[in-house]
């Protein structure tokens, strides 16, 4: 198994030097990141959980140690994690669902069927 502390650790330092070598990539980012906290609508553990489904669907190793150690941070169970990645794991079955149409719809607009 990887261990995600240290994983997290070694993903900033390489981050911090992206950010040496591209400076308005990274601050473009943090700006990304940090503006639906701004508006203050969902609270942050929210905002994490919602992190941690979209880490799931987009297989994003880094997202899901870092969203795993804010969502915490924030008082998030482990029981609502799950619940969170029940969502992602629903949407990408959905997702999967309706590509699957597309492909049927594929196949019956192919002049051979």
């Known amino acids: 198994m990887l261990d995600w502390n240290v994983y997290r650790d070694e993903l900033k330092s390489r981050i911090g030097e992206i950010g040496k070598l591209s ?4 601050r473009g980012y943090a700006t990304l990141s940090g503006a639906g906290a701004k508006t203050q609508h969902l609270d ?3 905002r994490e959980l ?3 489904a979209v880490a799931v669907t987009t297989r994003c190793d ?4 870092v969203h795993v150690d ?14 969170a990645l029940g969502v992602a794991v629903a949407l990408n079955a959905g997702a999967a ?3 699957s149409a597309r492909v049927m719809d594929a196949v019956a607009a192919h002049p051979g069927s």
């Not at 400076?23 to 990274?26: H, K, L, M, R, S």
């Not at 880094?62 to 140690?65: A, D, E, K, V």
């Open 50 to 52: 919602i992190g941690l």
């Open 44 to 46: 942050a553990k929210t």
């Open 62 to 65: 880094g997202c899901i140690t």
């Open 97 to 99: 669902l309706v590509y």
């Open 23 to 26: 400076p308005d990539t990274v």
């Open 70 to 83: 804010a969502a915490l941070k924030h008082g998030a169970s482990a029981e609502e994690i799950a619940e």
